[in-house]
């Protein structure tokens, strides 16, 4: 009985987890301070308060009287290999009245990152190899493909330029990956008068990767391993066990509701 009640103890953690990032309506935090687009965040204010477990994204939302901030990081190894090599995308929309707009950010797919690896858990930020894989994609990611803002619709806009949306790509001995976005409200709400009480709601969604043959297995499941110690968690001598890899090759979206800051 004990054992079962922490199972479902454990999975209403989960699912509690899992939804905080999608199903109530958050505040967006009024930013006091300047956001420099330069891939370090030292100006937001930690830690972080939204997180989705299955993309592994940590992220917040603030806003000062004319832009939108959005700060995204996350530090799984093998779900940052997928956000670079697959590439992801912020679609941020609202259905108000009189204010209904629909714009995206899509982040393009770098694929000269290797594969991800079968480590579980976080990365370890200290590997050479991976510091050097995040390096690459960041040297890579020059422009993104925008699509229903006010001026920067249907482009490649370049992640840094004179005024618009800003974007800075970074890391840092905690984070293997951040991602800063500085939106305009102008891009989002033209002629319209901004209140600072507007209700919006965004979308991020990571694309699959393509499926690789894994040993025959259609599942995604991959075979790493036999025997005692190493990966396997202390299995036994004849023990083969998998690593569940098929979330790799599906489409992962959800959802935040959100709603501008006043002063």
């Known amino acids: 009985m004990k054992k079962n009640t922490c199972c479902i103890l454990l999975f209403v953690s989960l699912l509690s987890m899992r939804l905080c990032a999608q199903s109530d309506v958050s505040q967006a935090r009024w930013q006091t301070t300047k956001v420099v687009t330069d891939g370090h965040n030292n100006e937001w204010r930690k830690p972080l308060n939204l997180y989705d477990a299955i993309t592994g994204l940590l992220f917040t939302i603030a806003n000062d009287s004319t832009n939108l901030y959005l700060c995204f990081t996350a530090n799984d190894e093998r779900k940052v290999t997928k956000l670079m090599k697959a590439g992801w995308s912020v679609e941020i929309f609202s259905?108000?009245?009189?204010?209904?707009?629909?714009?995206?950010?899509?982040?393009?797919?770098?694929?000269?990152?290797?594969?991800?690896?079968?480590?579980?858990g976080v990365a370890k930020i200290e590997s050479v190899e991976f510091k050097n894989e995040t390096a690459l994609y960041r040297l890579n990611?020059?422009?993104?493909?925008?699509?229903?803002?006010?001026?920067?619709?249907?482009?490649?806009?370049?992640?840094?330029?004179?005024?618009?949306?800003?974007?800075?790509?970074?890391?840092?001995?905690?984070q293997a990956i951040i991602f800063?976005?500085?939106?305009?409200?102008?891009?989002?709400?033209?002629?319209?008068?901004?209140?600072?009480?507007?209700?919006?709601?965004?979308?991020?969604?990571?694309?699959?990767?393509?499926?690789?043959?894994?040993?025959?297995?259609?599942?995604?499941?991959?075979?790493?391993?036999?025997?005692?110690?190493?990966?396997?968690?202390?299995?036994?001598?004849?023990?083969?066990?998998?690593?569940?890899?098929?979330?790799?090759?599906?489409?992962?979206?959800?959802?935040?509701?959100?709603?501008l800051a006043a002063k």
């Open 95 to 120: 259905k108000e009245k009189n204010k209904k707009f629909d714009a995206s950010i899509a982040f393009p797919a770098v694929q000269m990152i290797s594969a991800p690896g079968k480590d579980e």
């Open 141 to 174: 990611v020059q422009t993104v493909k925008t699509t229903g803002f006010v001026t920067a619709n249907a482009a490649n806009l370049p992640i840094l330029n004179n005024n618009g949306i800003n974007i800075g790509l970074g890391s840092d001995s905690v």
């Open 180 to 259: 800063e976005l500085a939106v305009p409200l102008k891009e989002l709400l033209p002629g319209n008068s901004i209140l600072l009480n507007e209700e919006m709601e965004m979308n991020i969604t990571v694309n699959k990767l393509k499926r690789p043959a894994y040993r025959g297995d259609p599942d995604g499941k991959d075979l790493v391993g036999k025997g005692k110690g190493g990966r396997n968690h202390g299995a036994s001598d004849n023990s083969e066990y998998t690593v569940d890899r098929s979330y790799l090759f599906t489409e992962i979206n959800f959802k935040q509701k959100f709603k």
